[in-house]
């Protein structure tokens, strides 16, 4: 089952079934007024919208033609945003740049942050920059949504509690982060609204390529139009995103609408190797910041700058047969004015 | 005005009017479902919320009892919980107990962090604790819920955000602090739910005692019966918030209902001394962890230790006739089980 949110008048957009192929959608409005709605009694909602997907797969309901520019994130409101740090090479990477060892906490213990919730991007929305000075970056990742999960529960427990997966372009302003991290209290200022793919699916749709709550298929990043990562979400994962439900809510429940997030995926080399990019045969990266990392090693110098207004990112994953399974998330940078007062 | 959300089946309650005193209450649902949908338009909403508060209040409608303890918080699922530092008496307190200064930038730059948005609890639920090495403490403050507002607003701006004020508990667990913020990602585990005031109001109600962006008065802090706190919110702070409205703006607009909180209230004695108990005459402490660090400054050790099963503590302010402004936060930290298996 595949689900989103066409943009409307209405703060939480217009609920859609939409077909495997995505091609066609037809409105679930009369069985929830929202995906947010939907995930709040999911165990009565899922079955009525597995009935609408199957007539919409089989033809006996014809929908509509589905665009995908036309999306909202399919939660456009969502409660809360807890983004993880399952692939340890990207944070392995971060601290090999500054000369740092990883804490050997950090391979039982995930990092995790709490973003920004209640507003998001659209899939096709520009990115909003201030000022170029800020560093901004995307991280591609992998997320799923939760219906209700009660305080406490045990990682086994915790699988069942998935109820949809989507990507997310985790934006990040690397030029704020030192700063912000080093008064203690995490990211604020420094990671502002995400984008989520149009589309967000059931498990069910992924068959064996969802398996220890991870999915096995690569991630592809195309940045300004060039591969620039295809990193496997299903290998080197330190933890996965059931493990990062249970620990969100080690102390307190988690609302149903609550999305957690994976982390930007990011892969070592075959030989063990941090990653080379693309151009030179390896997988990429989820973000500009680790090709800037292995500048770093290489040659003491971050050279790929941040980006710009005009810069563009692509987030996306195909299937076996080259489908793309959630959409695209397709941005460009696009500078804002600020006040002067600030 | 005074607002407020009873409890029903409804995960956002029932949306009233409150009278000035309150002692009598008024279904708002004609007017808006809920007091999200309320903030979200309020403009349009507010006149007509204020329209049936006089008629309250002048007796021309006659209501029902009103009964703080079958409130949920105003906000029963908030969009965003953004909590700042204001009061930086309370973070010189803690530097000083661990023999570090404060960064310079602090007087400048806020401190804040992103909390558990989505989930509340109610102002007198039990505060649910899973283990009493968590070290569970209070943290009185005050808050203020914003309409939508723009990415990169101007401090002068910001204040006309403001469109209502509350009280917070903002309960922490200091047991988990130290090893989630050497992670150095912020809080997540160690800041579970909040519960905030039965009552929000609007800034009039206040009249002189709004001034700056700031609540005049003294947070009554009621710690097992016994004065706690008695800091005055309009006292020592280092931003006021409307500057931490802007600051959590800088690079994101705030979705209608954001929850903005000022941190930890906190006074110095009037010697300039970092404050005595309220035993002692002084004005005493909005959280635990402020008693304990001037124990650990003057005698080397702690001594006050955090909540355990059947402590409680009760929040309010009272204007200058002694009547709750807010009504109360009036909570009993709880033991709950949790699975063997996390």
Same mark, same amino acid.
């Given at each position: 089952?595949?689900?989103?949110?066409?943009?409307?008048?209405?703060?939480? *957009?217009?609920?859609?079934?939409?077909?495997?192929?995505?091609?066609?959608?037809?409105?679930?409005?009369?069985?929830?007024?929202?995906?947010?709605?939907?995930?709040?009694?999911?165990?009565?909602?899922?079955?009525?919208?597995?009935?609408?997907?199957?007539?919409?797969?089989?033809?006996?309901?014809?929908?509509?033609?589905?665009?995908?520019?036309?999306?909202?994130?399919?939660?456009?409101?969502?409660?809360?945003?807890?983004?993880?740090?399952?692939?340890?090479?990207?944070?392995?990477?971060?601290?090999?740049?500054?000369?740092?060892?990883?804490?050997?906490?950090?391979?039982?213990?995930?990092?995790?942050?709490?973003?920004?919730?209640?507003?998001?991007?659209?899939?096709?929305?520009?990115?909003?920059?201030?000022?170029?000075?800020?560093?901004?970056?995307?991280?591609?990742?992998?997320?799923?949504?939760?219906?209700?999960?009660?305080?406490?529960?045990?990682?086994?427990?915790?699988?069942?509690?998935?109820?949809?997966?989507?990507?997310?372009?985790?934006?990040?302003?690397?030029?704020?982060?030192?700063?912000?991290?080093?008064?203690?209290?995490?990211?604020?200022?420094?990671?502002?609204?995400?984008?989520?793919?149009?589309?967000?699916?059931?498990?069910?749709?992924?068959?064996?390529?969802?398996?220890?709550?991870?999915?096995?298929?690569?991630?592809?990043?195309?940045?300004?139009?060039?591969?620039?990562?295809?990193?496997?979400?299903?290998?080197?994962?330190?933890?996965?995103?059931?493990?990062?439900?249970?620990?969100?809510?080690?102390?307190?429940?988690?609302?149903?609408?609550?999305?957690?997030?994976?982390?930007?995926?990011?892969?070592?080399?075959?030989? *063990?190797?941090?990653?080379?990019?693309?151009?030179?045969?390896?997988?990429?990266?989820?973000?500009?910041?680790?090709?800037?990392?292995?500048?770093?090693?290489?040659?003491?110098?971050?050279?790929?700058?941040?980006?710009?207004?005009?810069?563009?990112?692509?987030?996306?994953?195909?299937?076996?047969?080259?489908?793309?399974?959630?959409?695209?998330?397709?941005?460009?940078?696009?500078?804002?004015?600020?006040?002067?007062?600030?």
């Amino acid at each position: 089952m595949k689900l989103a949110t066409l943009t409307s008048d209405q703060r939480d *957009g217009t609920f859609v079934v939409v077909s495997k192929d995505l091609t066609k959608c037809i409105e679930a409005t009369d069985i929830a007024p929202s995906l947010q709605a939907a995930i709040e009694n999911w165990s009565i909602i899922e079955p009525q919208l597995k009935a609408l997907a199957n007539a919409l797969e089989d033809g006996s309901v014809s929908g509509k033609v589905f665009d995908q520019e036309q999306c909202e994130s399919p939660l456009p409101r969502p409660y809360q945003w807890l983004d993880g740090s399952a692939y340890i090479n990207h944070v392995e990477l971060v601290r090999q740049a500054r000369g740092a060892v990883v804490p050997e906490s950090f391979y039982s213990d995930p990092l995790m942050y709490q973003g920004v919730s209640g507003s998001t991007l659209r899939p096709y929305d520009a990115i909003p920059l201030g000022d170029v000075a800020w560093g901004c970056d995307m991280e591609a990742e992998v997320c799923v949504i939760t219906d209700d999960v009660p305080m406490g529960v045990a990682e086994e427990e915790a699988g069942h509690h998935i109820k949809l997966i989507l990507l997310c372009n985790d934006v990040s302003l690397r030029g704020l982060i030192p700063a912000e991290l080093a008064k203690g209290f995490g990211f604020v200022q420094s990671k502002p609204l995400c984008a989520f793919s149009p589309v967000a699916i059931s498990p069910d749709e992924l068959g064996e390529l969802w398996q220890d709550s991870l999915v096995h298929l690569p991630l592809r990043v195309d940045y300004n139009g060039q591969a620039f990562g295809r990193a496997n979400a299903g290998v080197d994962a330190t933890f996965n995103l059931a493990q990062l439900v249970a620990h969100a809510a080690k102390t307190r429940p988690l609302i149903a609408g609550t999305i957690i997030g994976s982390g930007t995926v990011s892969n070592k080399d075959e030989d *063990g190797g941090p990653g080379r990019p693309v151009s030179e045969g390896g997988l990429g990266y989820s973000c500009i910041a680790e090709i800037r990392m292995i500048e770093q090693i290489k040659t003491g110098n971050p050279e790929t700058p941040f980006m710009k207004t005009g810069d563009t990112v692509r987030i996306e994953m195909l299937d076996a047969a080259g489908h793309s399974v959630f959409g695209a998330i397709d941005q460009t940078v696009t500078a804002v004015e600020l006040s002067d007062n600030r």
